[in-house]
């Protein structure tokens, strides 16, 4: 529930790695984040988040202002090696 927490606590987070995130809310956000980088990877075949939910939520955040990169893996729910190659490259390239 890392989103909600970017959502609803904006100044708490500096940043997050979402992986097979679920849309925590489905209104309009009402909150700030202004530049706060966020890497949502997606997996096109997770049966356990409803279709579309990574990539809503990415387009809500980044109506927030939130610097969103989105990947959408042709895998499941687990979390893959491909999955920690491209957050640990984020994390580089963002020098964190």
């Known amino acids: 529930m890392a989103a909600a927490l970017l ?4 100044d708490l987070l500096a ?3 979402l992986f ?3 849309l925590p809310f489905s209104s309009e ?7 706060t980088p966020v890497l949502i990877v997606d997996g096109a075949k997770d049966t356990r988040r409803s279709p ?10 980044r109506h927030a202002g939130a ?3 989105y990947h959408l893996l042709p895998v ?14 984020w994390l580089q390239v963002l020098d964190l």
Request: without cysteine; proline residues 7%; aromatic residues 2%.
């Open 7 to 10: 959502m609803t606590q904006p």
């Open 15 to 17: 940043g997050a790695i």
């Open 20 to 22: 097979r995130p679920l």
């Open 29 to 35: 956000p009402q909150y700030r984040l202004d530049g």
């Open 52 to 61: 579309g939910d990574g990539l809503q939520l990415a387009r809500q955040l």
């Open 67 to 69: 610097a969103v990169t």
């Open 76 to 89: 499941g729910h687990a979390v893959t090696a491909e999955d920690s190659a491209i957050g640990s490259g």
